[in-house]
């Protein structure tokens, strides 16, 4: 899939992932320069640096994220609390602030103990869309104050959720298609 899908289409037709660059990296999460960011998921992609963070109440919760219909990859798929990619010159834990804010509306105010607790690298290919390459760190939360401003336009569905109890039994939530990069952290999580 091409950044201009519709061949001689105007720019105005071009997927907004085209207009942005992700940060391209080693397997060792080392910089290698800028990559745009719909030719880092597309063809044989380009590894690049992410983050899925994952958001706990009081209780043990996590705050799972159904992606929204308009998503180019896993779109309805349900995830960690919010995933992204820092933009250059910007650390995870500024980005994760950030997605929070525009995605669920939670500012920092509402937690402190943002935090990175893992890496790793995947790589999984999506239908016949694209792809992720990634050296994914997850960060962890717990929020003093679980209110909640969805944007529809990032987030379908939430859904609070006993993290143990889905770890043990991940087969009970498999009709929720969990994103591939959240089922890794999980996983690594308890290991």
Known sequence: MSANEGG??????????AEQAVIAVDG???EQGTVNRLDAHTGDGVR??????LVFDGEGRVLLAQRAPGKR????????TVA???RPGQTQKEATRQRLVDELGVT???????????KFEYKRYYENAGLEWEVCSVLQCTLDDVALDP??????GRLWVDYDHLHEHPEWYRQLRLCPWFEIAMRRDFD
Do not use: C, I, K, M
């Open 8 to 17: 001689d289409a105007g720019a105005s037709e071009r997927h907004p992932n």
């Open 28 to 30: 060792d999460d080392q």
């Open 48 to 53: 690049h640096r992410a983050f899925t963070a």
């Open 73 to 80: 990859l896993w779109d309805t798929h349900w995830d960690g």
């Open 84 to 86: 992204s990619h820092p």
């Open 108 to 118: 920092p105010d509402q937690y402190d103990d943002l935090r990175v607790t893992d």
């Open 151 to 156: 944007d529809e336009t990032e987030v379908a």
